[in-house]
């Protein structure tokens, strides 16, 4: 495809052949038959590989809801999406060979212009290390500086649990940096909180790189003013807009993490102050604060958004209050205007796995939407407490940690005019005539800072409530196709027997009694 485009010369990776082996035939499967949802044996055997520690700390850093197991795709695309947007950085994924599929394949459904690396393994090489050697080898063969800044490395489920110790693979070959990761489905709950696994470690191998004396500069030279590092990754028009609104204090907007290349996240760390945008990114705010600089939650959204963040990051900076309220002044009548020139009408509940369902929450609100439900797949931190209570303090439900169930029996309860959310939720609302947006495409891929993002959800929004009419016309139109006795594909009418289900179910209840007699009458 020689009128493909790539970022550069990184798409072009010559496939590594090993030698071909033969299964031992008495040697043990790790987990055999199990899945990335069977998570407490996995766990288990991670643990008893001496992987407690890791863990223990992502248990810290991402708590857990009531529910154990991410209801959306496999939580290693967000790291994996995260070194495929990098320049100069490859990516190699040590896993089951389906699991390595698929997240090859949704990369590229979502515009990776760069090959993923695969170490393939068997039930002998992985119970007798020779794995990790495999792996070895295939960064020292890799390690080309002249095509690279850093590889990455990640272990998937099967690896992570049977110990497989990417720690212990060099920092450093040829002068290309190694970065070994565990991003198994059991530890990381979602894929937004798999991009923060990935930032945290570069991160951390950056400011142990500045430790040691001088780095390269960013490309575009090192600012005049001082910057705030942007944590969380978002519409690329949104950094420029942020700019704009920090410069009459005299600062200026610093890099986007997860960065777009490694220099970059040498100038994120030389930042005073780090806006924590998607608050969610543990990791990487472990490593600032380690840096020495201050967190600023929340963001620059709607008219109260930005008044509040303006004059947090202004006190971070000690700017006088007199620059503050410049930089409020020029920018919030202009905004107040464009939300009273597109007003959002209707009833919407708002679900998502991204992080910034908060933010865009506020942006609803202060549109003149009647938002009822804030879910997110994402945990409760103390950055986006002013989200929280600001939302909160306007009536409005926000549930941390949200599943499925969660955001169906909102919509369900509410019966609202819209339904924003994840793919299952946007079906379920059409399936009951209420129109749906998928958040991933359609909402979050919009500007939502300032001026410009203050205008941006509405027309899309106003179309889908607008559309109710047709959605009526089609639930009238397909009433009872796919569902009960019909459901499946049929060529003529099913032969229905409702004398064969009424002997069934006797038969089932006969069956629940002798049970509950043999256990001595209790039904549980």
């Not at 509940?349 to 003149?368: N, P």
């Not at 993002?453 to 196709?481: P, T």
Request: net charge negative.
């Amino acid at each position: 495809m020689t009128n493909e485009a790539t970022y550069d010369e990184t798409a072009e990776v010559e496939v590594i052949r090993g030698e071909p082996r033969v299964d031992a035939p008495d040697a043990p499967v790790l987990a055999d038959g199990l899945g990335c949802h069977s998570g407490s044996e996995m766990e288990k055997a991670a643990r008893l590989a001496g992987n407690s520690e890791m863990l223990d700390q992502f248990a810290k850093d991402y708590p857990k809801g009531p529910h154990d197991q991410p209801q959306s795709m496999c939580p290693a695309f967000g790291s994996l999406r995260v070194g495929l947007r990098m320049k100069r950085v490859a990516t190699v994924l040590s896993g089951s060979a389906c699991c390595v599929y698929g997240l090859t394949f949704v990369s590229h459904f979502y515009g990776a212009r760069r090959s993923v690396g695969y170490v393939p393994f068997n039930s002998e090489t992985l119970v007798t290390g020779k794995l990790y050697e495999d792996i070895r080898e295939s960064v020292h063969e890799m390690a080309d500086p002249e095509r690279f800044d850093a590889i990455v490395v990640t272990n998937l489920c099967v690896p992570t649990a049977s110990g497989v110790p990417l720690r212990l693979l060099p920092k450093e070959i040829n002068g290309v940096r190694i970065v070994g990761i565990d991003v198994p489905g059991f530890g990381i709950p979602t894929h937004a909180e798999a991009k923060d696994v990935l930032a945290g470690a570069m991160l951390n191998y950056a400011r142990q790189e500045i430790t040691a004396g001088p780095v390269q500069a960013p490309a575009g030279g090192k600012s005049d003013r001082p910057t705030v590092a942007l944590l969380g990754e978002m519409f690329p028009a949104d950094p420029m807009m942020i700019g704009a609104m920090l410069a009459p204090m005299g600062l200026a907007a610093g890099p986007v993490v997860p960065c777009r290349e490694w220099r970059e996240l040498y100038a994120a760390l030389d930042c005073g102050v780090v806006a924590a945008i998607h608050p969610f990114y543990t990791a990487a705010i472990r490593e600032f604060e380690a840096a020495g600089r201050k967190i600023v939650g929340s963001a620059p959204v709607g008219h109260d958004g930005t008044a509040a963040w303006l004059a947090g990051i202004g006190d971070a900076y000690n700017i006088p209050a007199g620059q503050i309220a410049a930089a409020q002044n020029a920018f919030l009548p202009a905004i107040k205007g464009a939300l009273a020139a597109t007003p959002i009408k209707g009833t919407i509940t708002l679900s998502g796995y991204e992080g910034s369902e908060l933010l865009v929450a506020r942006l609803l609100v202060e549109s003149g939407a009647d938002l009822r439900y804030v879910g997110t797949a994402c945990p409760r931190t103390k950055w986006s407490e002013p989200d929280r209570e600001w939302l909160e303090s306007k009536g409005i439900k926000v549930t941390y940690r949200a599943s499925l169930e969660d955001d169906c029996a909102a919509m369900e309860a509410v019966k609202p005019d819209l339904a924003i959310g994840t793919t299952p939720v946007v079906q379920k609302a059409k399936e009951m005539g209420i129109p749906g947006l998928y958040y991933t495409n359609l909402i979050s891929a919009r500007p939502l800072m300032g001026p410009a993002g203050a205008g941006s959800l509405a027309e899309v929004i106003n179309a889908a409530i607008a559309g109710k009419s047709r959605m009526d016309d089609m639930k009238a139109f397909f009433e009872g196709v796919g569902t009960g006795d019909t459901a499946g594909v049929w060529e003529k009418s099913p032969n229905l027997r409702p004398d064969y289900r009424a002997q069934n179910l006797k038969k089932l209840e006969r069956a629940e009694k002798a049970r509950v007699a043999a256990n001595g009458g209790v039904k549980c």
